[in-house]
C-alpha cells in the first residue's frame, strides 16, 4: 500500500477559522491532478481530508476528476487547543495504524503544517525524517511511502507542487 500525505494547497488569508484556498492554491490542487494524469504520481484509491476547507479544495480535483468521495477524517486536524503533545501524536499514530490496515490502496491524505511536521517524527521510515529537508513544508508539498509487511514506510518521494 501506498500513503502520499500532502500539506493542503496555498490558503487564504482571513478571519473565519476555516479559509479556502487562494486562486494559487486552487492552481496547485489543479496541478496534483494533472501529476496524476501524467502517471507522475500514482492513481489515488482513497482521498483522506482534514474537515477545513482547505484540504477539500486541495483534493476536489482529484475527487471530481476520478468520482472518488472525500473521506473526513477528524483525525487530520491541527493540533487542538485542549490537547497536549502527547495526545496529538497518540492521534496520529492511530491514524496511520488505520490507514495501514488499507492493503493494495494508494491514499491520498490531506492535512496541515503542524499535523505534517508532527508525523515525520512518528513515522517508521527506513529513511531518517528528522532530517533538514522534511523540516519545512510549503503548501501543496507531499511525501510518498511505500508501506511494507514488516510496517516500515518505505520512502518514495518529496515533492513540492511547482506552478
Known amino acids: 500500500m501506498k500513503i502520499y500525505l500532502f500539506r493542503h494547497a496555498q490558503k487564504a488569508m482571513d478571519f473565519s477559522?476555516?479559509?479556502?484556498?487562494?486562486?494559487?492554491?486552487?492552481?496547485?490542487?489543479?496541478?496534483?491532478?494533472?501529476?496524476?494524469?501524467?502517471?507522475?504520481?500514482p492513481h489515488p484509491t482513497e482521498l483522506w481530508v482534514?474537515?477545513?476547507?482547505?484540504?477539500?479544495?486541495?483534493?476536489?480535483?482529484?475527487?471530481?476528476h476520478f468520482n472518488l468521495p472525500l473521506q473526513i477524517q477528524e483525525s487530520l486536524l491541527e493540533q487542538k487547543s485542549e490537547e497536549n503533545i502527547s495526545e496529538f501524536r497518540s492521534r496520529i499514530e492511530r491514524l496511520f495504524a488505520g490507514v495501514a490496515q488499507k492493503e493494495d490502496a494508494v491514499v491520498f491524505l490531506c492535512t496541515h503544517y503542524d499535523w505534517v511536521v508532527e508525523a515525520m517524527s512518528i513515522i517508521p521510515s527506513d529513511k531518517?525524517?528528522?532530517?533538514s529537508e522534511f523540516s519545512h513544508w510549503s503548501p501543496a508539498q507531499y511525501v510518498a511511502f511505500e508501506v511494507q509487511q514488516d510496517g516500515i514506510y518505505e520512502f518514495i518521494e518529496l515533492k513540492r507542487i511547482q506552478l
Open 50 to 64: 482534514s474537515p477545513k476547507k482547505r484540504t477539500h479544495s486541495t483534493f476536489r480535483p482529484l475527487s471530481q
Open 128 to 131: 531518517d525524517l528528522s532530517s
Open 17 to 41: 477559522g476555516d479559509p479556502d484556498l487562494t486562486p494559487e492554491g486552487h492552481a496547485q490542487a489543479s496541478k496534483i491532478l494533472d501529476k496524476v494524469l501524467k502517471s507522475e504520481i
